[in-house]
């Protein structure tokens, strides 16, 4: 069985250390380096969403949460196109909205 408050309460640990890592960065007018934490920082997240949901304990405040995570992963500036996540990843964009949106 998953241990998900440890795998939670990791992330959390890791989302407050890349946070960390992006104001120092951001300070040190350092774009490069700030971007790619803030690449991480949407790892992080992903995987938090993952976890929440995986908890089987669906409570309006989590959803709530999980809405504020994918509302805060949509803010951030793709770096692939949408056809590039098509063949890299093998699956139509098109297909997965028309069985999601059913």
Do not use: G
């Not at 040190?28 to 938090?48: C, E, G, H, T, V």
């Amino acid at each position: 069985m998953k241990n998900y408050n440890n795998k939670i309460s990791n992330l959390l640990d890791q989302l407050r250390q890349v946070d960390n890592m992006i104001m120092t960065h951001n300070n040190m007018s350092d774009d490069i380096m700030s971007q790619q934490y803030q690449a991480r920082k949407a790892d992080y997240m992903k995987d938090l969403v993952y976890e929440l949901i995986s908890l089987n304990a669906s409570t309006p405040r989590i959803n709530e949460i999980i809405k504020i995570i994918i509302n805060k992963l949509e803010q951030i500036k793709p770096i692939t196109n949408e056809k590039e996540i098509s063949v890299q990843y093998k699956f139509s964009l098109s297909e997965l909205e028309s069985i999601v949106l059913r």
